[in-house]
């Protein structure tokens, strides 16, 4: 449900740019995108926006701003939960989770980087540097991409999807406690730990593959589940949303030329 509220809340950024691409093209191209990034990290964004382009005829580069806003906003919240999760464990979480949010903040400073070549690029006098003016168009566009967040038509829904999203993401983690015994008690506060040490586990490695089981057992371990259902915990949220990434990104992947085969 989160990655079909994604692909919605995409029309409300490419939309002010004059785009009304299918809803189908946009879910499909979303999964590729979370399957892309499962073999090599952020591969994903760059596929995505060329299939796109591929069968709505959006250019790559505006495209590419309006994924910017989305990574931008998915920074800030991942943030404002890692803080969270930082007042709530205490000093423990700040020595367990120094490095993976070191790791967040070289991310935030890549796209503080990105800002910054757009707006150099922006200021180049094409009159003068003739050669130069089909970069500043390219980057232009990406600056108009990243603008489109200020021009949605219906605000409210776009935050509001945006919130659904990331709900989204912390119930799938906090249902699976359901299914080992001895974790059903977990609290809310325990739940947002795990949620938020797995979070960065994938930040640091494609998809978090072999990571986000143990930081997901450190934490759980931490507060009085046996490493053995901690572990598993870990392997049961990791496994059934990759899983499902591989399922049905690898169908959007094979159907996306049938879906489109008049185009």
Not at 4 to 24: D, I, T, V
Not at 197 to 205: D, K, N, Q, Y
């Amino acid at each position: 449900m989160s990655h079909l509220s994604r692909a919605y809340r995409w029309k409300y950024l490419l939309n002010p740019l004059g785009y009304h691409p299918k809803l189908k093209n946009l879910i499909a191209s979303v999964l590729v995108n979370y399957l892309s990034n499962l073999g090599i990290p952020r591969s994903g964004e760059v596929l995505r926006v060329t299939a796109i382009y591929a069968y709505e005829k959006i250019p790559f580069s505006k495209a590419v701003g309006t994924v910017i806003s989305e990574r931008v906003i998915d920074l800030v919240i991942m943030l404002l939960l890692v803080f969270s999760a930082i007042y709530v464990g205490g000093d423990w979480v700040k020595a367990e989770l120094s490095e993976s949010f070191g790791q967040l903040m070289s991310i935030y400073i890549i796209i503080v980087l990105v800002f910054a070549i757009i707006i150099f690029a922006l200021l180049i006098n094409s009159e003068r540097f003739p050669f130069m003016a089909r970069i500043k168009s390219f980057f232009i566009n990406i600056y108009q991409g990243i603008l489109s967040i200020g021009s949605v038509s219906n605000a409210y829904a776009f935050w509001a999807h945006t919130i659904f999203i990331w709900l989204m993401y912390i119930m799938m983690f906090w249902v699976i406690q359901f299914s080992l015994p001895l974790s059903a008690t977990l609290g809310l506060d325990v739940i947002l730990l795990g949620f938020v040490a797995g979070g960065l586990s994938i930040t640091v490695t494609n998809g978090g593959i072999g990571l986000y089981p143990l930081a997901v057992a450190t934490v759980l371990n931490h507060y009085g589940i046996s490493y053995e259902i901690a572990l598993a915990y870990g392997w049961i949220a990791w496994s059934s949303q990759t899983i499902m990434i591989l399922i049905f990104g690898g169908l959007s992947f094979a159907f996306l030329p049938v879906i489109n085969r008049k185009k």
